[in-house]
């Protein structure tokens, strides 16, 4: 079968890529850099250059394909231009939505993120839950409308859509940025990390990367047009995922708590620092504001209707851990 994917050179693209190629397929990657993509050294690939904000590139790569699995979008903690967010994550999941009708392609798996719930303020975050409180940033904004667009899409030209949304996704990385939360890991297990977010007690959820994967493939295969599936692992607080960490590494480290008012502060800094200088900020005051919050959240409807896995946590860091000291 002929399947295409963009974000294919991100981490969980990368991952998604490799086992459709493992299955036999014929993978059709979107890609604004034909050098990064030649990383993506797997049976069956056929590179085409360009991105999700050019339906012309679109209609390219996408002719001959019964699937698509759409992944590309703009996750930045900060762009100068915040219409970046709506362009990329809004109008690049319409084209090539537009792009899958006019191309009778058979079923679409759309990557969206367990944030746009928001935080689990009153119960636990499925998907049925209902925001309770404003979105936090651009990024969360623009995956909402996005969502929006494809529920249109379904309603009226009857395309086969479903809608993955993962939460924190850590683990072993083919290629592609790691996740923030293996980057994590990696400054524990390696860097001396000691820092604990604000009090350590808030929590929450850890999706494994191999999970992830197997998710928006199962979704393919068995996900009903027009629904959404939250990819999730294990609701843990940062002073338990620590403490799992330092069991599994044998790392044995106070941790020193940092307030939500200092991370403020020192995003504050860097967010100065983009604007006036240029620097892309690690976090911004909008993405510190998050870690206020509980996001406890529930994957049992993909595991009901998907056979969705999860591996347990200490599990999943043990196999990250060992991953990133076999890479070093």
């Not at 050098?35 to 339906?55: P, R, V, W, Y």
């Not at 975050?125 to 409180?133: D, G, H, L």
């Not at 990390?193 to 604000?198: C, D, E, K, T």
């Not at 068995?222 to 940062?238: A, F, V």
Request: a positive charge; one cysteine or more.
């Amino acid at each position: 079968m002929k399947i295409m994917v963009t974000g294919s050179t991100g981490s969980i693209g990368a991952h998604l890529v490799k086992v459709l190629s493992e299955q036999g397929h014929t993978v059709h990657v979107l890609a604004r850099s034909l050098e990064k993509a030649k990383n993506l050294n797997f049976k069956n690939i056929i590179s085409f250059k360009g991105d999700i904000t050019d339906k012309a590139s679109i209609d390219a790569a996408i002719k001959g394909c019964q699937q698509v699995y759409h992944l590309a979008a703009f996750a930045k903690v900060w762009a100068k231009d915040t219409g970046t967010f709506y362009r990329i994550n809004v109008e690049g999941t319409e084209n090539i939505l537009k792009s899958a009708v006019e191309n009778k392609v058979e079923k679409v798996v759309v990557t969206s993120t367990a944030g746009i719930y928001g935080p689990s303020l009153t119960s636990i975050v499925n998907e049925r839950k209902i925001r309770e409180i404003d979105f936090f940033n651009e990024y969360e904004g623009s995956k909402t409308y996005a969502e929006s667009r494809i529920k249109d899409y379904v309603n009226l030209y009857g395309l086969n859509v479903v809608i993955v949304s993962p939460t924190r996704v850590y683990g072993p990385f083919i290629f592609g940025e790691p996740s923030s939360t293996t980057l994590l890991i990696n400054k524990f297990v390696n860097q001396g990390w000691r820092i604990l977010p604000g009090t350590g007690k808030e929590i929450g959820n850890y999706a494994f990367m191999e999970d992830v994967v197997e998710g928006h493939i199962l979704a393919m295969e068995k996900g009903k047009s027009g629904e959404t599936y939250i990819l999730g692992g294990e609701n843990c607080s940062y002073n338990d995922f620590f403490k799992i960490l330092r069991n599994v590494s044998g790392i044995k480290r106070n941790m020193i708590k940092v307030p939500i008012w200092i991370q403020i502060f020192i995003a504050r800094f860097q967010l100065f620092m983009a604007i006036w200088f240029g620097k892309e900020p690690a976090i911004t005051p909008k993405w510190i504001a998050k870690g206020k919050y509980n996001w406890e959240v529930s994957s049992d409807k993909a595991v009901q209707d998907l056979s969705y896995k999860i591996t347990p946590l200490n599990e999943g860091l043990k196999k990250t851990m060992t991953y990133i000291n076999s890479i070093r």
